[in-house]
């Protein structure tokens, strides 16, 4: 059986590479997210141990991985304790450092480099060693700043920005002066190359006092290396005890454990996002698998018959198919692992425009990658071959002796009762989930959805009987008899043709679901910004970074601004207030002058130690009016404070707001997050607006916006995501357009003897090619339609469950429109080479075809 199995492999040589496509893709998508992942999470461990010395001295409130958002700590040691760690006998060498957040590069021509997810990272240079022994940074070419004037980058930054050495940076510091420049003198990167898309802008010690400290000789921390036979444990305990109550020791290890916690969550939700897609891949693959084996089947049961005739037992049969299978699928796989590194060079590339940079270097195919890509295509492959081969098994060995044998399906009876049964199941589940249900609503709805999608894939050749039958009136009345023909050879398999639009249906019901999702969020996104925003004009940093506090001086002092109220988001690390990791908003008197909260008690006007918390975090937490709480600052000292009102949740302030002179009295650094601006009664609103804009004309990492705006700033970065999601489910429709092309292939080698007996009564080439051409169509039109109406159910199910934060419901009429005549583009798209195949069929062989 193998000899023959062999055979029957390399006589069909076309017909093996288009049926392994399907396979190859899918395992190529798995073995690509698997090895870009592994690329993250390489890059991101070679910096984080890299960078960390033996023991860390840093604020007592901080943590790894802080980005700005928590504050910036004011607390700082002196000179004499740093010479108060070198004096210690665990210590062989100390350097205190000056690092700082809301550094901004500015490239060449005045545009902010980075911004797109990344930090800036700001730290004084030092020689200490990370805990690997070697030098934390690496220099590529020039020298270390040693003056306050000169500064060094990471050599991507530079290269992007546009500098060479010796040339003057332009740079917009977070306090005090803003536009600043230094001179370039050298590039680096921390050890084991790259920043993974981050800013690295390294000074002299001096230089980055003069930036963060006014100039004052202190430090924001320290680096130490241990000496000889000390361990990392012995260095932090020796260094704890000579320093200030604000501060902290830590060991190495103990940094890079937090660094990696903090980091790890970051990229579980990259590579989670991922796998979601390759698993989709996966299944829309099986999908073709089983259609394509069904038919190989069909074809050859005259074939399989003579076997069984010739004593092959129906077990041998059986393993035959499914010995074909495992063979596809192991070269099926080789070729999809090698197709998949260079999809993660691809994807790597893609989420270089978003900011992150992974180092090619890092994406190398690691066993535990071949591994699973290799059985997960084999079990996908040989699950789905595991049905055509039973019914090969099945084969009379008297079918043999007849002209025409046909394979006999299960009944479409017993599917259509089991299937209707599993969509009532679907159903629960999602009005479960739009009733309330314990837990996650849209987990309940999405449940539903998972088992109404793989249901109708499976009975879609009941379900989809309408939409043919349309098809063919349509088809007959526009093309006439190549019409008829076309939409009848799709009628007469339903299985084959339903099987076959059922890839196209799980892409289109994606892609469907997001758009409905997308929709309901940008039309929220307006209506929210119309009611709630009251204010004229809102100034934010472009990445939402804190801003200098001068930025607003400015602002207020522009004719025809009447009042401007500050914010400064401030992180906490308090799990009583909403999680382990939350954002304060702090506000000043001015807020209640534009703002005007949904109080449900007490009042919105802050004075000194107050605070504001929404309805969900009195209700979580048991607090109302008058309660005392305490704000555990991640950059300050903790604050106890009182509950003096309680307002309905609202996108205008965080679920916790202060009072601005909490944050100071935190010994945090005075920034602000975001401006609100009213303008002055009679003012011309636009003039305004526009001497506003030159405000921060020479400021690009700051904006300001009227509601318009804004709605289109929040919408815009939406779309971002929205794309790249579409990107990735474009993999599906490729696969499914594939397995329309295999189907329609496989098909006219089947009815060849068909096509000639219509080439002999008559039928012209261009004819035949419409009829094929049009069932492609009617194929992708099935799959199209039944994919968009579970999308639009399910889009708005799930729109429901997120009413909170999707206040509305908007139907993308055009876009799914738009995915409507695509699909009909892919129809015709998918139909050329089988057309082209079938038209050029000599008609005197293909009637003596058998």
Known sequence: MWRLTWRNLAARKVRLVMSTLAIVLGVAFLAGVLTFSHGLSATFDSIVKGSTPDGVVRPASSSAFDDGMAGVNVATLSPADVRALDALPETAEVAGNVDGFGMSLLDTDGKLVGGQGAPTIVTSHHEIENVLGEPTMTLSTGEWPDQPGEVTLDARSARIAGYELGEEVDMIAPTGVLRRQATLVGTADFYGGGTAGATLLIMSVEGAQQTFLGGRDAFTGASLTAAPGVTQQQLADAAQAVLPADFKALTGDKVIEESEDAIGEFLDIISTFLLVFAVIAVVVGAFIIVNTFSILVAQRMRDLALLRALGASRRQVSRSVLLEALVMSLVACVVGVLVGWGLALGLAALFRFVGLDIASSALVLTPGTVLVSFA???????????????????????????????????????????????????????????????????????????????????????????????????????????????????????????????????????????????????????????????????????????????????????????????????????????????????????????????????????????????????????????????????????????????????????????????????????????????????????????????????????????????????????????????????????????????????????????????????????????????????????????????????????????????????????????????????????????????????????????
């Open 376 to 850: 997960v295509g084999v079990a996908v492959t040989m699950v789905a071959a595991y049905v055509p081969a039973r019914r090969a098994g099945r084969v009379s060995p008297v079918a043999a002796m007849r002209d025409d044998v046909q394979v006999r399906g299960t009944s479409l009876h017993r599917r259509t009762v089991i299937g209707a049964a599993f969509l009532v199941l679907g159903a629960a589940a999602a009005a479960y989930g739009v009733a309330g249900a314990p837990g996650n609503d849209a987990a309940w709805i999405g449940a539903g959805a998972l088992v109404w999608v793989l249901t109708v894939a499976a009975i879609s050749s009941v379900i989809g009987r309408p939409v043919l039958l349309g098809c063919r009136a349509l088809f007959r009345r526009l093309f006439g008899t190549p019409g008829l023909l076309a939409s009848e050879n799709a009628l007469r398999d339903p299985r084959r043709t339903g099987a076959t639009a059922s890839a196209l249906m799980i892409g289109l019901a994606l892609v469907s679901t997001i758009g409905v999702l997308a929709g309901s969020f940008s039309k929220s996104v307006t209506d929210v910004v119309d009611e709630e925003f009251t204010s004229d004009f809102l100034v934010v940093g472009s990445t939402y970074q804190p801003f200098s506090t001068r930025i607003g001086d400015e602002m207020a002092a522009v004719d025809g601004v009447g009042v401007v109220s500050r914010q400064q988001n401030v992180g906490v690390g308090d799990a009583s207030i909403t999680s382990e990791s939350s954002l304060v908003n702090a506000v000043d008197d001015a807020f209640h002058q534009i703002y005007e909260l949904d109080m449900v008690a007490g009042r919105q006007h802050l004075d000194g130690h107050e605070v504001i918390i929404d309805a969900d975090v009195a209700a979580d937490r048991g607090l109302g009016v008058g309660d005392p709480m305490t704000l555990d600052f991640r950059a300050g000292a903790p604050q106890e404070v009182t509950v003096v009102g309680i307002f309905e949740p609202t996108l205008l302030t965080n679920p916790v707001t202060t009072h601005l002179s909490v944050v100071e009295a935190a010994g945090i650094q005075r920034q602000d997050s975001s401006l609100s601006i009213n303008v002055a009664s009679g003012a011309d609103v636009a003039a305004v607006h526009a001497t506003l804009d030159e405000v921060v004309a020479d400021l690009p990492l700051v904006s300001v916006q009227d509601k318009a705006e804004l709605a289109d700033s929040i919408r815009g970065q939406v779309n971002q995501l929205l794309y790249m999601v579409y990107g990735l489910l474009a993999l599906a429709i490729v696969i499914a357009v594939i397995g329309i092309i295999n189907t329609l292939g496989l098909s006219v080698i089947e009815r060849t003897r068909e096509l000639g007996l219509l080439r002999a009564v008559g039928l012209t080439r261009p004819q035949l090619r419409r009829m094929v051409t049009l069932e492609s169509v009617t194929i992708a039109v099935l799959g199209a339609v039944l994919g968009l109406v579970l999308g639009l159910v399910f889009g708005a199910l799930l729109r429901y469950a997120l009413r909170d934060d999707l206040t509305s419901l908007a139907l993308p009429v055009g876009q799914l429109t738009g995915f409507l005549v695509l699909a009909v583009v892919v129809g015709v798209l998918a139909a050329i080479l089988p057309a082209v195949r079938a038209s050029r069929l000599d008609v005197l062989k293909a009637i003596a075809t058998e």
